[in-house]
């Protein structure tokens, strides 16, 4: 017999003070531009495109930039190349400034 374990239910938002909500907002911008450099990179590099033989065909074609999209988001949340963080931090010094 298979034992399911039961997850607690999911918590509120938890309370983010008023100066750090703009670093996150900050930190978002740079991160989802990172994920845009790095899905035309992605592209760039050939990943997406359908193979040749026993390839996915046109839905392969149409659907593949969702993929690209959806891995440089997680590549760029994971930390991914580095540029997210130095553009927070030229955005933050420009800010600060």
């Not at 891995?71 to 991914?80: M, T, V």
Request: glycine share 12%; charged share 25%.
């Amino acid at each position: 017999m298979t034992i399911i374990p039961v997850l607690s239910p999911p918590r509120g938002p938890i309370a983010i003070p008023e100066l750090l909500r703009g670093d996150t907002r900050l930190r978002e911008a740079a991160q989802k531009l990172e994920a845009t450099f790095l899905a035309e990179m992605l592209k760039s590099a050939g990943l997406g495109t359908s193979r040749t033989s026993f390839g996915g065909g046109i839905g392969e074609d149409q659907f593949s930039s969702f993929l690209r999209d959806a891995q440089s988001i997680e590549l760029a949340k994971s930390g991914g190349i580095g540029l997210a963080e130095s553009l927070f931090n030229a955005m933050k010094r420009s800010i600060d400034a």
